[in-house]
T-cell receptor, first 116, second 117 residues
Framework: EPEVTQTPSHQVTQMGQEVILRCVPI?????FYWYRQILGQKVEFLVS????????KSEIFDDQFSVERPDGSNFTLKIRSTKLEDSAMYFC??????????????FGAGSRLTVL | GENVEQHPSTLSVQEGDSAVIKCTYS??????FPWYKQELGKGPQLIID?????GEKKDQRIAVTLNKTAKHFSLHITETQPEDSAVYFC????????????????FGQGTILTVHP
């Protein structure tokens, strides 16, 4: 069964450092997403991406965050200068299409980010 | 924006019993309600979903019901098995109405289901 692959599974970084989380979405999917889950809290939407541009973002997704699809297979989330509160599990997801009734998201296993 | 509340936060049942997890949502414009199962070390996996034009949907031992008037939906698992033990998340998605919100899911807090053999 096709799956969304995320790397690294766990990253520890110092506050202020840049972090890049990587995702390989399902190959024929066209829509890509990042969600995050702070320990003990809900899974929260960060950003959606289609046709090489951001289609929607939440208030969490401020100037410290950016997303990119550098080639035909990878989708990355960059945090420019990490803060303690960025510590969370980050989930990448992808979907085939957004037409109403057909947009099923497939999630990756997540990347746990710990900021010290 | 949309807000989804999920109960209970933990649920413990004996193998063979039924389990019910309930969610409420706040925005009547939501029209798609998926349920995800998350096992240890894995990402959320879709197990069943329901759209607002349907009141109930079944898939083997799993069913979801939706009450649009009351703005709540529930997951029912019958004849539970130990392998059903996981964290279950409900979610809701606003109708697109010309925008681009198809991928933006609002999640509930999650329910830790434990099925004892």
């Amino acid at each position: 069964e096709p799956e969304v692959t995320q790397t690294p599974s766990h990253q520890v970084t110092q506050m202020g450092q840049e972090v890049i989380l990587r995702c390989v979405p399902i190959s024929n999917h066209l829509y890509f997403y990042w969600y995050r889950q702070i320990l003990g809290q809900k899974v929260e939407f960060l950003v959606s991406f289609y046709n090489n541009e951001i289609s929607e973002k939440s208030e969490i997704f401020d100037d410290q965050f950016s997303v990119e699809r550098p080639d035909g297979s990878n989708f990355t989330l960059k945090i420019r200068s990490t803060k303690l509160e960025d510590s969370a599990m980050y989930f990448c997801a992808s979907s085939l299409r957004v037409k109403s009734g057909a947009n099923v998201l497939t999630f990756g296993a997540g990347s746990r980010l710990t900021v010290l | 924006g949309e807000n989804v509340e999920q109960h209970p936060s933990t649920l413990s049942v004996q193998e063979g019993d039924s389990a019910v997890i309930k969610c409420t949502y706040s925005d009547s414009a939501s029209n798609y309600f998926p349920w995800y199962k998350q096992e240890l070390g894995k990402g959320p996996q879709l197990i069943i979903d329901i759209r607002s034009n349907v009141g109930e949907k079944k898939d083997q031992r799993i069913a979801v019901t939706l009450n649009k008037t009351a703005k709540h939906f529930s997951l029912h698992i019958t004849e539970t098995q130990p392998e059903d033990s996981a964290v279950y998340f409900c979610a809701a998605r606003l109708s697109n109405a010309g925008g681009t919100s198809y991928g933006k899911l609002t999640f509930g807090q999650g329910t830790i289901l434990t099925v004892h053999p």
